[in-house]
């Protein structure tokens, strides 16, 4: 069983920031890439950021020089620094990391999302 749990939402005045941290557990053997989506009310989930076990990191447009991912293999951690938030990212955020777990099994998991609110 594998379990990524999520943590760092909440409200924040445009130009504020937030840090979103997410961290996986359980019988995981390795782990590829690590990414976070978002969804707000009404919209698709969408891309935010992903980096992958290279090293690389991809971007939304949207977000470009404003949010930083990051991560930490040893404790099977990646976060998301956000920067100058604007009302327009107000969503659900949620984690996904692609994995094999300890029986073999290739696959992708999502965390539970977690609320980020940017407004006045």
């Known amino acids: 069983q594998v379990q990524l749990v999520e943590s760092g939402g909440g409200l924040v005045q445009p130009g504020g920031s937030l840090r979103l941290s997410c961290a996986a557990s359980g019988s995981i053997f390795s782990i590829s890439s690590m990414g976070w989506y978002r969804q707000a009310p009404g919209k698709q989930r969408d891309l935010v950021a992903v980096s992958s076990t290279g090293g690389s990191t991809n971007y939304a447009d949207s977000v470009k020089g404003r949010f930083t991912i990051s991560r930490d293999n040893a404790k099977n951690m990646v976060y998301l620094q956000m920067n100058s938030l604007i009302p327009e990212d107000t969503a659900v955020y949620y984690c996904?990391?692609?994995?094999?777990?300890?029986w073999g099994v290739g696959r992708d998991y999502w965390g539970q999302g977690t609320q980020v609110t940017v407004s006045a």
């Open positions: 996904n990391v692609w994995l094999t777990t300890g």
